[in-house]
């Protein structure tokens, strides 16, 4: 069995959407927006992200980037989120891993190192996330 090669693309997409939302965003969404919204209500900062940002922004904005680099379109991105989220049960999966870890992020990590301290988890989560959304490439 040979080995699976280098996916060039699949690394800027990652790359792109790490550096971009997760990176850039997230410092103004979570630092800026969740403190001056919620203050230092964890459970809402939390269930913000989790419920209403991750599903709607989050990961569509993931697969939206990956599409673009691989020149799809984005219905064709949409669709293979929705088919991620019905058949591969990606959403449960994600907050299984990311809910603790905002629990963590939110209630005990320092505002100034909360986005490095997501990223370090990122990097794991960016491993399996890639591992689900690729197999229906296989």
């Known amino acids: 069995q040979a080995l699976p090669t280098y996916d060039f693309k ?5 790359m792109l959407y790490g550096g971009m939302y997760q990176g850039l965003a997230l410092e103004l969404i979570y630092n800026k927006w969740f403190s001056a919204l919620f203050g230092e209500n964890v459970f809402l900062k939390v269930c913000t992200s989790q419920f209403i940002m991750a599903p709607l922004l989050t990961l569509p904005i993931a697969y939206i980037m990956k599409g673009l680099v691989y020149g799809q379109g984005f219905g064709t991105s949409v ?29 005990l990590v320092p505002p100034h190192l909360r986005i490095s301290f997501s990223a370090a988890i ?8 890639s591992r ?5 490439e296989q």
């Open 79 to 107: 669709k293979g989120y929705m088919n991620d989220v019905t058949q591969k049960g990606l959403l449960l999966t994600f907050w299984k891993i990311w809910i603790p870890i905002q629990c963590i992020v939110f209630g």
């Open 10 to 14: 699949r690394t800027l997409a990652f």
């Open 122 to 129: 990122s990097f794991a989560w960016t491993i399996l996330f």
């Open 132 to 136: 689900i959304s690729a197999s229906e």
